[in-house]
Every structure is written in structure tokens, then in C-alpha cells.
């Protein structure tokens, strides 16, 4: 008995305090029925001892798989100064034209437009943030000051497989400058 209340007094939280394991004795010997499953061997076992590169690749993994995997998804991102005439409205409309005419190509391609924001020159298609989702997404943005135009596309298929992204960037980049010349 006092074996295990020194452990307990200089904080040995390896093993079961024997007060608990006593009351369980006790209530065992009054005639109940079912038993306990109490032990009082150690809950854990000895410190397990691990490389740094395990630990790192074990907190990379749950990092990852916090983050929603963004960074598996395919993506690609193209940017180009526009001509200083040009407005958010043209630019919003531009896009949406532009998703139109692509998906008439490609039916992967996202119509929906999930978020519109004119005044911060955002357009965004197929709930574009989100990363457990498959087809082709846009992220627009204008920036008038600027005259800085960044389209951003994922292409993300079953199991992050590429639907394409690199050439979506490319394709709708064409089409936007084709339609803000007009």
C-alpha cells in the first residue's frame, strides 16, 4: 500500500491509484454480478522513442489532411495587365461569357457562379474554396487600380486527378482578352 501512494504522491501517473482499485474489490465482494475490467497495471507503456523525420512526416500528414489537401489539387494561375479603360463590370461580364463559351467546349467546366463581388472584382464559379469538389473552377480577380487581372482555375477530378488546369488557364485567358478588345 504505501509502494503505490508514494508513486502516486511524487506523481506517477503510470499506474492506478489503489484507492480506486480497493472500491472496486469492495463493491466486487458485495454480491454485484458484473465486473469490472480495472487493472492496475500501467496505462501506457514506456515513452516511445522516435526520429525527428518520423515525427515531421507524421505532423506533414496531419497538416495536410487539415488543410483539405489544397495543396494536391491541380491548379493554375495566369495574370496580365488589362488596358486602363477597362472596368470591373466589363471584366465580371467578360468572365462570365467566357465560362459559357468554355463549358460549351468542355462540360467539366463550372457555370455556377457562387460568388460575385463587384465592388472587390470577384467572381467565383462551383464553390471554388471548397477542396473535396471535382470539375473545372474559376477564381477571378480584378484589381482596377492596378489593371492587374489574376484568373485562377482548379481542376480537380476523383482522387485530385488532373482534369486539365494548366490548359483552362490558358484557354480562358484567350477568350478574356479576345472579349475585353471588343
Given amino acids: 500500500m504505501n509502494r503505490v ?25 458485495s454480491g454485484h ?13 514506456p515513452p516511445m522513442r522516435t ?19 489544397s495543396q494536391l489539387e491541380p491548379h493554375s494561375r495566369a495574370s496580365w495587365e488589362t488596358d486602363s479603360r477597362v472596368s470591373t463590370e466589363e471584366v465580371m461580364s467578360c468572365a462570365q461569357k467566357t465560362i459559357q463559351a ?8 463550372e457555370t455556377t457562379v ?26 477571378v480577380t480584378f484589381q482596377p487600380e492596378a489593371h492587374q487581372l489574376i484568373v485562377d482555375i482548379k481542376g480537380s477530378g476523383p482522387y485530385y ?13 484567350h477568350s478574356m482578352e479576345n472579349c475585353l478588345a471588343r
Avoid at 525527428?52 to 489532411?65: H, P, S
Wanted: proline content about 3%; aromatic content about 8%; glycine content about 10%.
Fill in 5 to 29: 501512494s508514494d508513486n502516486t504522491r511524487n506523481g506517477n501517473n503510470g499506474t492506478l491509484n489503489i484507492g480506486a482499485a480497493n472500491i472496486c474489490a469492495k463493491y466486487i465482494r
Fill in 33 to 45: 454480478t458484473h465486473q469490472a475490467n480495472w487493472s492496475t497495471r500501467p496505462i501506457t507503456g
Fill in 51 to 69: 526520429s525527428f523525420l518520423t515525427r515531421m512526416i507524421v505532423w506533414l500528414t496531419y497538416g495536410l489532411a487539415l488543410s483539405g489537401c
Fill in 102 to 109: 468554355l463549358s460549351v467546349k468542355n462540360p467539366k467546366w
Fill in 114 to 139: 457562387t460568388r460575385l463581388d463587384v465592388h472587390d472584382g470577384t467572381l467565383e464559379t462551383g464553390d471554388y474554396p471548397n477542396t473535396n469538389a471535382t470539375g473545372l473552377r474559376t477564381r
Fill in 161 to 173: 486527378m488532373d482534369l486539365g488546369a494548366k490548359e483552362g488557364a490558358f484557354h480562358f485567358r
